[in-house]
């Protein structure tokens, strides 16, 4: 299962990510997060790791690697991608939990994003999961993403949705395309709620318009306050608990 986390800029979409592959860590899964942000890159330290993995755009050769592997069917060689055939300079691990990230824009003038956005379409079709093995995808904020094709290898979307209006028009723009490429769980999760009443509320609006919400996650200062740190808060949450056993029926053991 290959999850992808998107939604408006500053949502919570990171810190989701985060919170579910911990939750898949502690009903026993294998989880590998992909970083596929180019501009933000305090992921590995929400999960825990010291430093970042250096990105597979680096794997490759780099932006004139792929440039010259843009013209050719593939950009990796392999068919398929399994996490052992990643070398270990690009993926982190610690028990039972695995970072890749697709690459960074760390330079002025370096150029667009495009080149990472198709090296992560191919990652993405390509990887090949086992069956106690989840995938869970940050991506940009926004919907750029789609209009380069990266969840054509995604089984699953979580639209992360805040009460600001602009945030439920991006998750009805993200519905419709995800819908329009065939994928068919697609999921708000409500986040940054203040009270019953307003998740309520936004889970009509939602609702109303055919999105289905898989939970809500209340504002919490536990969660804002771990982020002055850089991390996400040790404990498990309930409220993310019953999204990943909405999302995942079928792999809720545990
Ligand atoms: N449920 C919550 N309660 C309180 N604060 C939250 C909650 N969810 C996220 N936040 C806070 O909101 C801020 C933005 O979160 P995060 O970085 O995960 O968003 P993002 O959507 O990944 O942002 P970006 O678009 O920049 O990648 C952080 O300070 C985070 O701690
Ligand atoms: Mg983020």
Redesign the pocket.
């Known amino acids: 299962m290959r999850i992808a986390v998107c939604?408006k800029?500053?949502?919570?979409?990171?810190?989701?990510a985060a919170l579910l592959a911990s939750e898949a860590l502690h009903r026993g899964y294998r989880v590998l997060v992909v970083d596929g942000?180019e501009s933000?890159a305090g992921l590995f330290q929400m999960l825990g790791f010291d430093d970042p993995p250096r990105p597979l755009l680096d794997f490759i050769g780099g932006r004139e690697g792929l440039k010259k592997k843009m013209g050719e069917p593939n950009i990796f060689e392999l068919a398929q991608i399994t996490t052992a055939d990643i070398p270990e300079k690009y993926i982190l691990s610690n028990n039972g939990l695995s970072l890749v990230a697709i690459g960074k824009i760390m330079h002025a003038l370096e150029g667009c994003a495009c080149p990472m956005g198709a090296l992560n379409r191919e990652f993405l079709k390509k990887l090949t999961l086992e069956e106690d093995e989840i995938a869970i995808v940050?991506l940009?904020?926004g919907v750029e993403h789609f209009g380069r094709g990266i969840e054509t290898g995604i089984d699953s979307i979580l639209i992360?949705v805040e009460p600001p209006l602009e945030s439920v028009n991006v998750g009805r723009r993200v519905h419709e395309m995800a819908s329009d490429i065939g994928i068919r769980s697609i999921w708000a999760v409500l986040?940054?709620v203040p009270s019953e009443q307003i998740a309520a509320r936004l889970s009509d609006e939602l609702q109303s318009r055919q999105i289905a919400v898989a939970g809500s996650?209340?504002?919490?200062?536990q969660?804002?306050s771990?982020?002055l740190e850089g991390v996400i808060p040790r404990e498990r949450l309930e409220a993310v608990g019953k999204i990943f056993e909405v999302i995942l029926p079928d792999k809720s053991k545990g």
């Open positions: 939604g800029g500053g949502s919570g979409k990171s810190t989701i942000d933000n940050d940009e904020a992360v986040n940054k996650i209340h504002f919490n200062e969660i804002f771990a982020s």
